[in-house]
Nanobody, 123 residues
Framework: QVQLQESGGGLVQAGDSLRLSCVGT????????MGWFRQPPGKEREFVAT????????FYADSVKGRFTISRDSAKGTVSLQMNNLKPEDTANYFC????????????????WGQGTQVTVSS
């Protein structure tokens, strides 16, 4: 059973940066592709970024491309999301997730989820 735990959220101002981390334990989680999703208040969960186990394939949502960077350190068991130039519309609860499927933009593509970490960006 894979378990994921996010950390690093907080309250920042527009233009600031935050780095989210996700620690994975259990099973063979390092062989899973990993992703970050976010869920703004009152809205559906949306795809942010994903990275393959080999780190050879990385994809981003258009809304964060050029500002967010996903990375993973399989030796440490972590996946990170560096978020720069944050905007108020980035305010959301951020989740990391693990998947086996080759598709990656829908929450249903992922088998395991963390509990989420809140990011709030003030204008």
């Amino acid at each position: 059973q894979v378990q994921l735990q996010e950390s690093g959220g907080g309250l920042v101002q527009a233009g600031d940066s935050l780095r989210l981390s996700c620690v994975g334990t259990g099973g063979a989680w390092s062989t899973y592709a990993m992703g970050w999703f976010r869920q703004p208040p009152g809205k559906e969960r949306e795809f942010v970024a994903t990275i393959m186990w080999s780190r050879s394939s990385i994809f981003y949502a258009d809304s964060v491309k050029g500002r967010f960077t996903i990375s993973r350190d399989s030796a440490k068991g972590t996946v990170s999301l560096q978020m720069n130039n944050l905007k108020p519309e980035d305010t959301a609860n951020y989740f990391c997730a693990a998947r086996v499927k080759t598709t990656y933009t829908q929450p249903s593509d992922y088998e395991y989820w963390g509990q989420g970490t809140q990011v709030t960006v003030s204008s």
